[in-house]
């Protein structure tokens, strides 16, 4: 501390016609709703005006004692700040008032010994709330008691997308930005995410980031689809209306600036395998190609005719013959033939007793194109009559494999 009597004064003298100057200038910035406000404004004061939590458009009286220049009625701006003289502009938004009193004294004692300021919440700020982005009426709202975060999005309209794609950003003077996933207050009821909201917050309702992805192939729609940003091809064949009877999840692809990269979504989606959801990018393209391997089921059958291997499983032959309505009466089942192409182009015949499958045999596999042929009982051996290769291929005719 300066103890020059001179030096003192002089220090005294120019500060005082700084605050003079800077009163002027806040005379200005008033008129341009900056500054100081009239004293016609109404008085309402806060039970306690000392720990109250200032914010945007409350007024308050600043006394600086022995500075009547220094000393107004100031409106907090929209940005929660003010400008004091000598001090400058100050961010008084999540302050208290006390919090402000020492704030603007440290601030004054670069100019003035020992300065005493005086704080007095002269006008509460009106009770309003803003909500602005994906709700039914945006705008600004008037405060009522109680309300909680799903009050006030109701009011504002509901939201205009699902909730699942929402979260809700909330800027509330001094304290930290809140997100919260509108999931969980409408789907979950999660009473800890349904916030009670103040007067003065800002409620922002933003939608996830989505991506466009086009989806061709063995699917009910195939088309452009967007997903959430994040998510993969189970999403996207899901947003495509989910697989059709002839899809083969297990051999999907997806395209991506020319490179094809395989997807198993048999195991994603059948099996819920969620390490098998390849994650999709925007402009990416799941193929969801079409299950072609197809076997047939004929003679004593209840239902013959072709079946399409399932996809991602393996099918055997009393699976088949059980997805053909089961044996008919007068099968001849000591003499159940499958027939397969084999590698050499030749055509070879097994003959099953049909009470030993799965037990004293094992119940073989099926492979695209195998014929399982079930002869009448009493009948003649087609394979007596003609050669594997013609049967097979008179079968094959008959069923259009």
């Not at 103890?3 to 005294?12: D, K, M, Y």
């Amino acid at each position: 501390m300066i103890s020059n009597p001179t030096v003192r004064t002089f220090i005294s003298t120019f500060a005082i016609g700084c605050a003079l100057f800077a009163s002027a200038l806040a005379g200005a910035q008033q008129a341009a709703g900056h500054g100081p406000v009239a004293e016609s404004a109404k008085v309402q004061v806060p039970a306690d005006s000392e720990t109250y939590i200032l914010g945007p458009e409350d007024v308050i009286s600043i006394t600086v004692r022995n500075v009547p220049e220094m000393s107004a009625d100031y409106m907090i701006q929209l940005d929660g700040t003010i400008y004091f003289p000598v001090v400058g502009q100050v961010k008084v938004g999540g302050m208290s008032s006390k919090d402000l009193k020492d704030y603007l004294e440290r601030g004054l004692s670069k100019e003035l010994r020992e300065p005493q300021v005086t704080i007095n919440v002269k006008q509460l700020r009106p009770n309003r709330i803003y909500v602005f982005g994906s709700v039914g009426h945006p705008g600004v709202l008037d405060y009522k008691r109680g309300w909680r975060l799903s009050e006030l999005i109701a009011s504002a309209g509901g939201v205009s997308l699902p909730a699942e794609r929402l979260k809700a950003i909330v800027f509330r003077a001094g304290t930290p930005t809140q997100t919260i996933p509108l999931r969980k207050v409408f789907v979950d009821a999660d009473e800890a995410s349904n916030i009670a909201v103040m007067p003065g917050d800002s409620i922002n309702v933003q939608s996830d980031i989505t991506v466009r992805i086009s989806v061709v192939g063995e699917c009910r729609t195939p088309g452009m689809h967007e997903i959430i940003e994040g998510q993969g091809a189970v999403e996207a064949l899901s947003a495509a209306g989910g697989q059709t009877q002839a899809s083969a999840l297990s051999r999907a692809k997806v395209m991506r600036k020319g490179v094809e990269m395989p997807v198993d979504l048999y195991s994603a989606v059948i099996d819920g395998d969620t390490s098998k959801n390849v994650k999709l990018e925007d402009n990416d393209t799941l193929v969801i190609p079409q299950q072609y391997a197809k076997v047939a089921v004929t003679g004593q059958v209840n239902h013959p005719g072709t079946q399409l291997l399932p996809d991602g499983r393996t099918q055997t032959l009393m699976g088949a013959v059980t997805d053909a309505g089961g044996l008919a009466g007068g099968a001849k089942r000591n003499g159940v033939q499958l027939f397969r192409l084999g590698p050499d182009g030749k055509t070879h015949r097994t003959v099953y007793n049909w009470k030993s499958l799965g037990n004293k045999v094992p119940d073989p596999v099926l492979q695209d194109k195998d014929i399982v042929f079930i002869p009448q009982s009493g009948a003649p051996n087609l394979g007596d009559i003609t050669s594997f290769s013609n049967l097979y291929f008179i079968i094959r005719t008959i069923t259009g494999l």
